[in-house]
Structures are given as structure tokens and as C-alpha cells.
């Protein structure tokens, strides 16, 4: 059945591979490039009792057994823009739990915003932050008289009542939003209506995160705001008190408000005790940033991940802690060879050796799309990064030398050296690069635990990238400094500064000067290597790079290069300071100088 979805080229083609789907069930939207499309059920959904669909059952009874399966499945037509987010459609008569219908509404209503959407321009849907399930609470909240709330309350109200309810990670309004969900949704659970479901259920640890009462009240909260069977006073004094709570913690604070950025993190849920540390999943300190649930993200939460055969902690609550996600993305066109392009998702973590392990925590949090690597895009790239074929040298006995390494840039500089640009080689240069990044003089460059396998695992998997690339700098043959590039757009950097076309962001790390320090050392290499990015592709209008707001000598010695100071930005793992060169002044700066 997969081959055969893998060699489709019509929508006939899928149809007919998925007649034999059994699970799980999916509801699937095609289209191909003659103009067929397809929208329809596939799997194998038994016919039971409907006590089956909604609760957990004694499923050795009779009652309980199967009575054959659903045929046939649901489909329909395609007319005009088709979403489908997990929405309610044609899968309804199949389940009773399916996601809030504000996802797709928003991405309708996006895609019906204009016309000509391209691969390209996708991302701009599934980033989109906008968080429509917040009308609830936010029109009860409108509803509160003023005069009953303390005065900071009194404040707090208007802000929510003002912010545009966007999650965005650096608002404040959507941090203290979310802040005043939890308490509503706590406060609501401890209702004496719903108190009594408070009891663990009696189902094994690993069914609690979907039973617990907090988080199953945090997911029905936009109901119960809105419903009759809750009275109107109660869920009114509840976003009340909430919004008291929450106000009196914040001017109890230091310091100025929270971000949602700062409050809501990646805590991934996992049934069993993890076989790797999290340092190891996402690299130390380092905590992604995501985004909440009803978003186009299509992020969820659960209470505290449950370890089996240790106590369970319901908590943070329905919001902060960030739990699931989507498990994979893909953004794509259906003519052309163009790559396609992975959205944002959390998906597993995977515990097991190789760089795969690493990409759904920590780089699945970025707000960019990723190329797919294909080996069609891989023999691309490889045929488009220009290399030199460098000769080798005979040594002074005559004997032929080692064979030197293809270089991408090589320039002699007088009174200096020559110095030669070759992309990293991770196996054949993992002694070099762990000796280089776990030296305490590159505490800056994050690495300093890594061992060598992680080393190892981190470079490959930079090199697998077309929008990331890693050289090593040589002088007279002699490796001494790590530089590494990539495209801003597609990198975590690109989410805290407005990207302009024809940026691209540099990294640089100088090895140890074991013959010792030579002045303008750094300084040479730097101009050498930003010389060649800009002769290598007229389209680089500006270089980025962004060093550790603390490592002073970094960020003068870019400033004398020609850099010019940009903001300091909070990234996921360190405090950066962007700085920016412009091409012109850097080539004028350079044809001024005496050579």
C-alpha cells in the first residue's frame, strides 16, 4: 500500500492505494496538477456500542464487541479553498473528539485573504499566532464591572481588552492571558459541580493525562464559559477571581512583565521514564520556545508527564507547559521538482543514536520551514556550491604530498599567508572540531559539554542542510578558524529581527593560537572570508551575526570589521547581540585601503 502511494501520480492513484488503509484512520485531501481532486476517509473504523466512543469499557462483553466495520467510508466533492485541521467534516459521524473548528476558519480565511499562494509563501499560514478560542473568556472579562476589581485588576483588564490576541512569544498581553486562563480553569475545576471528578481515575498512570479533571477542564474551558449549565455568576467569578489572581502576582513581580516567550515552554510528554536526558534531546540550557493550542501550529497540552510506577503531578495546568504537537509537516507544491519545505512540529523524540533524534524537540520549535534534503537536492547542491580543484604540491624531496582538500576560496594575502577556504569534513574532522569547541575559550560557542559523538552528530547534521554550511579556514595549510554561514530565514535568529532580502548570517570561532597571537590575525581572516561570501553571490546585501551580548571581544572586533551595532535579542540558548554589515560600505571600506 505505501509503494503505491509513493509511485501515485494522480489522485486516482492515491484513492486507490488507500482502499486498503486500515489504521489509523485519516482523513486525506489530494489534488494533482490535472485538476483532480480527492477528500474522503481512510482506514478501517469498527461499528460498536456507542458507550465504546466515549468512555472506557468492559470490552470482553458482548455488548461491547464488534459488529463489523463502516462501509463505506465518508467522501465528498472539492469545491473552491479545501482545509481540513482535524476539524469536525466528513469524519464526524466516526468520533466524538476532533480539534475546535478555529484553525481551519483561520486558514480559510487566510487563504481566502488572496489569490497566487505558492510553497513559498505557506509559512506565513502555519505561523500564523492569532487565537481566536480567547473570545470566551475575553467577553466575560468585557462583561466585568471595573468598579469590583481591585485597581492593579482594573489594569490588568484593560490590557487583555486591548491586546489583539496574538501569541506571539515576546507579547506580554498573551503571557498574562494565559496566566488568567490557568487560574480561570482551576478555579472552574474546583467548582462544586465539577469538584467531585477531581478523585485519580482508576485507570493505569498512563490513561491520566486524558482523565485527570484540570486539563479536561482546561480543554472544555471555551464551553464552559459559554454554556447555560454552568450559572452565568459563577464562570463570571471566575474569570473575576482569576483576573485578581493574576494581577496581584504581576505587581508583586521584579522586573518588567512576563513574555509569553519566557513562560511557555517545551515539555515533552513521554509514558515512560526518558532514556536520555534533556540536555541531550535539545542541547544544554536550551529550552524552545512554542506556541498554544488552536493556533495553525496545532500545538497541545496535558498535565505532568506521568513517569510509571512514581507518583503523578497534575500540574502546570493547561497552558505553559507545552506538551504535543503536530508529528510532521510538509509544505510542497504538486508540479516541479522544487523542494518542499517542512513546517514547525514537535512530533516524537526519538531515543535512539543519530542526528534524527534531535530535530522534532529543538529544531521542529522554529517558526521557519526547513528544505527537505532528497537526493535529488542533495546532487543539486552539490553541483551548485562552486569548489576548486586545488593541485598538490610535490615536497621538497620530490615525493608527492598528501592530497589537500578541495577549497571553495583560496587568496594569497601578502606578508600574511595564504589562506584557503574547505568545507568541513564532520568525519574527518571531528578531532580538530571537538578539540576546538570544548576548549573553555569557546565557552561562547555553547559546546562545552558536548562530547565527541554529539560534536559529531551536531555537524552532520549542519552538513546535510543546503541552508547551513561550515568551513574551516586555512593558513599555509594550517586549520585555523571555524566559520560557519546560513540563510536567516531558516534559522532561529530569523524569528527576532526583520529579515531583509539578501541577508545572510555568519558564525566565527578562531582556533587556538598555539604558535601564539599575531596582530590583525583576526581581523585578516574575517575580511578575507566576508570578501569571498560577497564575491561568491552579488545577492548577499547584508551580513548578520549574532555573538553572545557578553563576549565583548567578539562584538568589537566585528565593529571594527565594519559591522554596525543592531538590538540585543533574547535567542533560546544565549543573549545575542545582532550586529549588521552592509555589502557596499564593506567593499568601499576594502577598495580604500592600501594594499
Do not use: C
Not at 72 to 82: H, K, L, Q, S
Not at 454 to 471: F, I, K, Q, W
Not at 481 to 500: I, K, N, S
Not at 548 to 570: I, Q, Y
Request: proline content about 10%; overall charge positive; aromatic content about 6%.
Amino acid at each position: 500500500m505505501l509503494p503505491a502511494l509513493l509511485r501515485a501520480r494522480s489522485v486516482a492513484d492515491v484513492d486507490r492505494a488507500l482502499d486498503g488503509w486500515a489504521e489509523p484512520v485519516n482523513v486525506v485531501l489530494a489534488a494533482d496538477t490535472a485538476g483532480g481532486t480527492l477528500h474522503r476517509v481512510a482506514g478501517a473504523v469498527p461499528v460498536r456500542h456507542p458507550d465504546n466512543r466515549t468512555r472506557v469499557v468492559p470490552a470482553w462483553e458482548p455488548r461491547h464487541a464488534w459488529r463489523g466495520r463502516y462501509e463505506p467510508m465518508p467522501r465528498e466533492g472539492v469545491e473552491g479553498i479545501a482545509v481540513m485541521a482535524n476539524q469536525r467534516g466528513i469524519a464526524e459521524p466516526l468520533g466524538v473528539e476532533f480539534a475546535p473548528p478555529h484553525r481551519a476558519e483561520r486558514i480559510r480565511e487566510l487563504l481566502a485573504g488572496r489569490a497566487g499562494w505558492s510553497a513559498q509563501d505557506m509559512p506565513a499560514v502555519h505561523r500564523d499566532t492569532l487565537l481566536a478560542s480567547a473570545a470566551p473568556l475575553l467577553d466575560l472579562l468585557a462583561r466585568t464591572d471595573p468598579g469590583e476589581l481591585a485597581p492593579a485588576a482594573r489594569r490588568l483588564r484593560e490590557r487583555l481588552l486591548e491586546w489583539d490576541r496574538r501569541m506571539d512569544a515576546d507579547s506580554t498581553g498573551a503571557a498574562s492571558f494565559a496566566a488568567v486562563r490557568t487560574a480561570t480553569v482551576r478555579r472552574l475545576a474546583d467548582h462544586p459541580l465539577l469538584r467531585p471528578l477531581a478523585d485519580p481515575p482508576t485507570a493505569p498512570e498512563v490513561f491520566r493525562p486524558w482523565l485527570a479533571l484540570v486539563p479536561r477542564v482546561g480543554y472544555a474551558l471555551e464551553h464552559l464559559l459559554a454554556t447555560d449549565l454552568l450559572p452565568l455568576a459563577d464562570r463570571a467569578g471566575a474569570v473575576r477571581g482569576a483576573v485578581e489572581e493574576v494581577a496581584a502576582r504581576e505587581a508583586a513581580a521584579q522586573g518588567p512583565p512576563a513574555r509569553w516567550g519566557d513562560t511557555h515552554r517545551l515539555v515533552p510528554w513521554q509514558a515512560l521514564p526518558p532514556l536520555l536526558p534533556w540536555r541531550v534531546l535539545v542541547g544544554p540550557g536550551k529550552r524552545p520556545r512554542l506556541r498554544t493550542g488552536h493556533l495553525q501550529r496545532a500545538r497541545g497540552h496535558r498535565p505532568q508527564r506521568p513517569r510509571l510506577r512514581r507518583p503523578l503531578r497534575v500540574g502546570p495546568g493547561p497552558t505553559r507547559g507545552q506538551r504535543l504537537g503536530g508529528a510532521a509537516r510538509r509544505l510542497g507544491r504538486a508540479r516541479g521538482p522544487a523542494p518542499a519545505r517542512p513546517a514547525p512540529a514537535v512530533g516524537a523524540l526519538r531515543a535512539g543514536p543519530g542526528r534524527h533524534r534531535l530535530e522534532p524537540a529543538h529544531r521542529g520549535t522554529r517558526r521557519t520551514a526547513r528544505p527537505v534534503r532528497t537526493a535529488l537536492t542533495a546532487r543539486t547542491a552539490r553541483t551548485a556550491r562552486p569548489r576548486r580543484e586545488v593541485t598538490t604540491p610535490a615536497s621538497p624531496s620530490g615525493a608527492p604530498s598528501p592530497r589537500r582538500r578541495e577549497a571553495v576560496h583560496e587568496t594569497r594575502v601578502e606578508g600574511f599567508g595564504t589562506v584557503r577556504v574547505v568545507p568541513v569534513d564532520p568525519a574527518r574532522d571531528i578531532d580538530l572540531l571537538y578539540d576546538w569547541v570544548t576548549r573553555e575559550r569557546a565557552r561562547f560557542w555553547g559546546m562545552l559539554d558536548h562530547t565527541r559523538e554529539e560534536v559529531l552528530e551536531t555537524y552532520e547534521y549542519l552538513d546535510s542542510l543546503s541552508t547551513h554550511h561550515a568551513y574551516l579556514i586555512h593558513l599555509d595549510d594550517r586549520p585555523v578558524a571555524l566559520f560557519q554561514t546560513y540563510e536567516p530565514d531558516a534559522d532561529p535568529v530569523g524569528e527576532y529581527y526583520e529579515v531583509r532580502p539578501g541577508d545572510f548570517g555568519i558564525h566565527l570561532m578562531v582556533g587556538p593560537a598555539d604558535g601564539g597571537a599575531r596582530p590583525g590575525f583576526t581581523g585578516t581572516l574575517l575580511t578575507v572570508f566576508l570578501a569571498h561570501l560577497l564575491a561568491e553571490d552579488p545577492g548577499r546585501r547584508r551580513i548578520v551575526a549574532e555573538p553572545d551580548a557578553r563576549n565583548e571581544k567578539a562584538v568589537s572586533r566585528l565593529l571594527r570589521t565594519g559591522f554596525v551595532l543592531g538590538p540585543e535579542v533574547e535567542l533560546p540558548h544565549k543573549r545575542a547581540r545582532l550586529v549588521f554589515l552592509d555589502r557596499d560600505a564593506f567593499l568601499s571600506r576594502t577598495a580604500s585601503r592600501p594594499s
